[in-house]
């Protein structure tokens, strides 16, 4: 019995539930810098991929408005439709949404002339995690497709605690976080022995 669907609906409630008990001035406060280790991996000049959070995911804005003000450019998930591989694509101005567009999942995205790029440090959004780096995510299988496709992008999650999970079923698909940042912890991975 595949146990993920039964995984991704409990978390979901569990993230829901976590995010609406947060006050609104908190959520602006939480996940405002990348922790020191975390930023080394993209230096000055690199390239860095976040993703535009929906309201119940740990949010990435101000990761992307650091990263940009210390000398990285930013991309974002592209899709040319439901159903399409994922790109990612430049997203040029962290403060201002004007040059985004409803993607076909509902999250904002660059606009199709945005260069396609391959970031060297990926954000990961995740429904759960491990301390050991794995991760469940939303079932689409987007971005372990394309991490497999880039296996030389390092994948960082975001996410907030309520989200650790003792253990998760893993496929021989399934690809480690080099680490997860939540508002109190940062987990290095231990997998393969990449314990940072």
């Known amino acids: 019995m595949n146990e993920k669907p039964l ?30 280790p975390i930023a080394s991996l993209a230096p000055e000049g690199s390239l ?3 993703y535009h959070a929906t309201p119940e995911e740990a949010p990435a804005r101000a990761y992307a408005q650091w990263f940009y003000e210390n000398g990285r450019t930013i991309a974002l998930p ?6 399409e591989a994922m790109r ?11 040059g985004l567009e409803p993607g076909p999942y509902g999250a904002l995205q660059p ?14 959004p995740l429904l759960a995690f491990t301390a050991r780096g794995e991760r469940l995510g939303q079932g689409g299988g987007h971005y372990d497709r394309w991490l497999a496709a880039h296996p030389a992008v390092i994948p960082v999650g975001l996410a907030w605690d309520c989200q650790l999970a003792g253990a998760l079923p893993a496929e021989p698909h399934d690809r480690p976080l080099r680490a997860v940042v939540t508002p109190t912890r ?3 991975n231990t997998i393969d022995g990449e314990d940072d």
């Not at 609406?20 to 908190?26: E, I, Q, V, Y």
């Not at 592209?78 to 159903?83: Q, V, Y």
């Open 7 to 36: 995984l991704r609906a409990r978390f979901r409630k569990v993230r829901r539930e976590h995010v609406a008990a947060l006050p609104f001035a908190t959520r602006k406060l939480l996940f405002l810098r990348p922790p020191a």
């Open 48 to 50: 860095v991929g976040l």
């Open 78 to 83: 592209w899709f040319a439709g439901r159903g």
């Open 88 to 98: 990612f694509r430049l997203w040029h101005d962290p403060f201002d949404d004007s």
């Open 111 to 124: 606009g199709e002339d945005a260069p396609e790029v391959t970031p060297a440090l990926a954000f990961v």
């Open 186 to 188: 940062f987990y290095a």
